[in-house]
């Protein structure tokens, strides 16, 4: 199943100032790459980064850790501090952080902190390209969880042309566009999600709902059986396996 970006989170961003890195910049790529490998030893070391004046870095790198592990409250929590704190010292990093708050506040499930946050990172200005493509995406995501739809239908129109190469992109604006009735769009973005992630599961089965809603019944069928084949016992296969059965021949007494 296709997953959201993390906003390359294990990626540093560089710094305001010019030149060549600092002590603190080279511990925090460090403890980076190590929160990839081995998130609870990174999670020890950043902790203790942190406690001893580490600020944003060691934070960022703690909510990384945290994020690897799967704990994302506590690490929307540490990219929070991170955003604050990386405010304070003027760094342009922040709307980084804000984005990475936010994509985890929705992992935890709170679309109202992950609106706040991903509100924060796009009003910075700095975020460029994919990364704010993905801002844009996540707060869509927000959006629709707070049934906000026309929202969400702008910053997935956003999201499309600076996440272009990102297949989630495509498939929640098409599966936004079936929900407010669009066909039109939903075909056409549909299209692009197959383009890029045909062997998707979650795409296969979208593209069996929008089939099915445009009285499509072969394409629905073909869709809905493929996403059973490429993932059986994942959410998106067990939905196509329940759609499909609309098709099976009634059962004789």
Same mark, same amino acid.
């Given at each position: ?99 990475? *708050? &936010? %994509?985890?506040?929705?992992? @935890?499930? =709170?679309?109202?902190? +992950?609106? !706040? $946050?991903?509100?924060? #990172?796009? /009003? ?82 979208? *593209? &069996? %709902?929008?089939?099915?809603? @445009?009285? =499509?019944?072969?394409? +629905?069928? !073909? $869709?809905?059986?493929? #996403?059973? /084949? ?24």
């Amino acid at each position: 199943m296709i997953l959201p970006l993390l906003l390359l989170a294990a990626a540093p961003v560089s710094a305001t100032q010019a030149g060549p890195p600092s002590t603190s910049e080279e511990r925090g790529a460090r403890c980076l790459d190590l929160a990839t490998k081995d998130p609870a030893k990174a999670a020890d070391e950043a902790g203790r980064w942190k406690l001893s004046g580490g600020g944003f870095l060691a934070q960022q790198c703690l909510g990384v850790a945290y994020t690897n592990n799967e704990q994302w409250s506590a690490a929307a929590a540490e990219f929070d501090g991170a955003a604050r704190t990386a405010e304070l010292a003027k760094d342009r990093r922040a709307a980084l952080y804000w984005a990475q *708050a &936010g %994509n985890a506040w929705l992992a @935890a499930k =709170d679309a109202g902190k +992950a609106r !706040a $946050a991903l509100d924060a #990172a796009l /009003a910075a200005g700095t975020l460029t390209g994919l990364q704010r493509g993905e801002a844009y995406l996540d707060r869509a995501r927000a959006q629709v969880a707070s049934k906000d739809l026309a929202g969400a239908r702008s910053d997935l129109d956003q999201a499309v042309v600076d996440a272009a190469a990102d297949p989630l992109a495509w498939l929640l604006s098409a599966t936004l566009a079936r929900r407010m009735d669009d066909l039109p769009r939903a075909k056409k973005d549909i299209a692009e999600a197959l383009k890029l992630s045909g062997e998707d599961a979650s795409v296969q089965f979208e *593209a &069996g %709902n929008i089939a099915a809603l @445009a009285g =499509d019944e072969a394409g +629905a069928k !073909a $869709a809905w059986n493929q #996403a059973v /084949a490429i993932a059986p016992q994942g959410d998106a296969g067990i939905a196509a396996k329940a759609a499909l059965m609309q098709f099976a021949p009634p059962i004789t007494p």
